[in-house]
């Protein structure tokens, strides 16, 4: 028998993504993304977004099924995000996966956001080790994540608790005069730049906030550093450099987000570290941890930059994750729940 052809369906935020896999092979990864509406407000606007998806979903499932070469009625499960997310831009991608599951006869898996995005890495390396360890580093989420089975099993070992690793740069870019989003933008000028130029705060690293705040991650105290350092040149007159600042400061937030994945990795003696989430792709995150993981004796697996940021494969993922695993389908009234909490894996 052959593994089951699975359609996944991603509207979080403002990609509406649609994945098709079978198995663990990637067969189509279509994406309409709604950043260039968003850009000239500086962030995401909710309801900018779920027109967008509105727009969107339609051709983007077609244009999926095309590049699969399959039709809709071959498909043998649809996964949809519930959540979290924006809950405008979570419905329209909820109320399309039901109406194909009740149009097709197919069973719906309502998955969560982020265990997807540790799903998809299965995509480009096989089976999850299992356990291993999760870093989810997005605009929306800076996550420490044990997951033993990824379709039932993951535990938070740590969160943000002020701003997450991708707010904090689109702010900074904004700071520096750079497009959103920031975080491309922040890597490409940082790689000209000098990354010890300035040497901004690590939060929640020093002895105090470790006994409390052991792998939780703070980078509003970062982002208002680095606010304060461009004034203070602003009004001496001086130029600001942007590179370097740009350098420097993603250095602070790669050594953070690094040094606390390795520490929680090896308090609960697992030797694979997993990164995913839009900031997966920051070119010097993904060095940084390849070379700390390797001087500490461990391994770490981040999918490719386009596998990292929000995807309808990464949803496939995971459904096809749980058809294999015989779990249970939703309920074809399952909610969008915008505050979808990480434990719940499958609603």
Same mark, same amino acid.
């Given at each position: 028998?052959?593994?089951?052809?699975?359609?996944?369906?991603?509207?979080?935020?403002?990609?509406?993504?649609?994945?098709?896999?079978?198995? $663990? *092979?990637?067969?189509?990864?279509?994406?309409? =993304?709604?950043?260039?509406? $968003?850009?000239?407000?500086?962030?995401?606007?909710?309801?900018?977004?779920?027109?967008?998806?509105?727009?969107? &979903?339609?051709?983007?499932? /077609?244009?999926?099924?095309?590049?699969?070469?399959?039709?809709?009625?071959?498909?043998?499960?649809?996964?949809?995000?519930?959540?979290?997310?924006?809950?405008?831009?979570?419905?329209?991608?909820?109320?399309?996966?039901?109406?194909?599951?009740?149009?097709?006869?197919?069973?719906?898996?309502?998955?969560?956001?982020?265990?997807? $995005?540790?799903?998809?890495?299965?995509?480009?390396?096989?089976?999850?080790?299992?356990?291993?360890?999760?870093?989810?580093?997005?605009?929306?989420?800076?996550?420490?994540?044990?997951?033993?089975?990824?379709? *039932?099993?993951?535990?938070? &070992?740590?969160?943000?608790?002020?701003?997450?690793?991708? /707010?904090?740069?689109?702010?900074?870019?904004?700071?520096?005069?750079?497009?959103?989003?920031?975080?491309?933008?922040? @890597?490409?000028?940082?790689?000209?730049?000098?990354?010890?130029?300035? @040497?901004?705060?690590? !939060?929640?690293?020093?002895? #105090?906030?470790?006994?409390?705040?052991?792998?939780?991650?703070?980078?509003? !105290?970062?982002? *208002?550093?680095?606010?304060?350092?461009?004034?203070?040149?602003?009004?001496? !007159?001086?130029?600001?450099?942007?590179?370097?600042?740009?350098? =420097?400061?993603? /250095?602070?937030?790669?050594?953070?987000?690094?040094? #606390?994945?390795?520490?929680?990795?090896? =308090?609960?003696?697992?030797?694979?570290?997993?990164?995913?989430?839009?900031?997966?792709?920051?070119?010097?995150?993904?060095? &940084?941890?390849?070379e700390r993981a390797t001087a500490a004796g461990l391994r770490v697996r981040v999918p490719r930059p386009g596998l990292c940021t929000d995807n309808g494969a990464m949803v496939a993922a995971l459904g096809a994750e749980m058809v294999a695993r015989g779990r249970t389908s939703s309920a074809?009234?399952?909610?969008?729940?915008?505050?979808?909490?990480? *434990?719940?894996?499958?609603?």
């Open positions: 028998m052959s593994e089951p052809l699975i359609l996944g369906i991603e509207t979080s935020c403002d990609e509406t993504g649609v994945g098709i896999v079978r198995g $663990h *092979t990637l067969l189509a990864d279509a994406i309409a =993304s709604s950043v260039d509406e $968003h850009a000239r407000f500086g962030g995401v606007v909710p309801e900018v977004a779920s027109r967008a998806h509105l727009e969107a &979903m339609v051709p983007t499932i /077609e244009r999926a099924c095309e590049t699969a070469g399959v039709r809709l009625d071959d498909v043998d499960a649809i996964a949809v995000t519930s959540g979290p997310g924006l809950a405008g831009a979570l419905m329209v991608g909820v109320a399309a996966a039901k109406a194909l599951a009740v149009g097709l006869g197919k069973p719906i898996y309502g998955v969560n956001h982020l265990a997807a $995005h540790v799903a998809v890495d299965q995509l480009e390396h096989g089976p999850l080790p299992e356990p291993c360890l999760a870093m989810l580093v997005s605009g929306g989420h800076s996550s420490l994540l044990r997951v033993e089975d990824v379709t *039932t099993g993951v535990d938070p &070992m740590g969160a943000t608790i002020d701003d997450a690793a991708g /707010e904090a740069f689109d702010k900074v870019a904004r700071l520096l005069g750079l497009p959103f989003p920031g975080g491309p933008h922040i @890597d490409r000028a940082a790689r000209e730049g000098d990354s010890v130029y300035v @040497d901004f705060p690590r !939060g929640l690293t020093a002895r #105090k906030d470790l006994e409390r705040h052991r792998f939780d991650f703070s980078f509003s !105290g970062l982002k *208002t550093a680095v606010a304060r350092w461009v004034e203070a040149r602003e009004r001496a !007159g001086e130029p600001v450099p942007v590179a370097d600042v740009a350098a =420097s400061f993603q /250095e602070a937030v790669c050594d953070v987000l690094t040094r #606390k994945a390795i520490d929680a990795a090896r =308090s609960e003696g697992i030797e694979d570290i997993l990164i995913g989430g839009g900031v997966a792709a920051n070119s010097r995150l993904r060095a &940084m941890a390849e074809l009234d399952l909610p969008a729940d915008s505050s979808q909490p990480v *434990t719940s894996v499958l609603v």
